[in-house]
């Protein structure tokens, strides 16, 4: 409900790709969804929030349906010591900012050995500081977020992180 335009591209691809039998669609916001939870289906898969996952489990449980959930999930990136940084930096950068963090895989977690925490923490600020965003007419790093509520989000996660945008948790 919160992307239609990206609901109606999947809608329209995976009905010209995959069996309409076994997979459908349906468009919508809480009417639609809470009427598709009132019937019985051979799995559920469900993305999004713990508190419209607990909805979710509980309607399927009614029939019994399995269930497979994904809630916002924490995908840790792990960097050893002897890891090329130059060679990973990219890749850790791409995974944070994707479609502007706004996936269940973005990079929200990165784990660093201490041995190497200073330097690459050095890179990051460095790589961060040069992203460029804006309209994502533009292609630029980091395109627009989906509401305003992650824009208010975001802006208390800059706040918390302090004048270099990185926050850091020393364990």
């Given amino acids: 409900e919160l992307a239609p ?3 109606a591209v999947m809608a329209r691809l995976i009905a010209q790709y995959l ?6 669609v349906v468009e919508g916001g809480v009417p639609e969804t809470t009427e598709l939870l009132s019937h019985a289906f051979d799995h559920v898969f469900f993305t999004g929030s713990t508190d419209v996952g607990r909805i979710v ?4 449980a009614e029939h019994l349906t399995p269930v497979t959930l994904e809630l916002g999930g924490k995908s840790p990136q792990i960097v050893f010591a002897d890891a090329d940084l130059d060679a990973a930096l990219p890749a850790i950068v791409n995974a944070i900012v994707q479609n502007a963090g706004q996936t269940c895989s973005a990079g929200s977690r990165l784990l660093v050995e201490r041995s190497i925490y200073e330097p690459l923490l050095e ?3 460095r790589a961060f500081r ?3 965003a804006g309209p994502a007419a533009s292609d630029l790093d980091l395109g627009p977020l989906i509401r305003r509520g992650q824009l208010v989000r975001v802006g208390e996660l800059l706040a ?3 004048k270099d945008g990185i926050a ?4």
């Fill in 5 to 7: 335009a990206s609901a």
């Fill in 19 to 24: 069996d309409t039998d076994a997979v459908a």
């Fill in 57 to 60: 489990m509980k309607a399927a």
């Fill in 123 to 125: 890179r990051l600020g």
């Fill in 130 to 132: 040069a992203l460029r």
């Fill in 160 to 162: 918390q992180a302090g």
């Fill in 168 to 171: 850091t948790v020393a364990q």
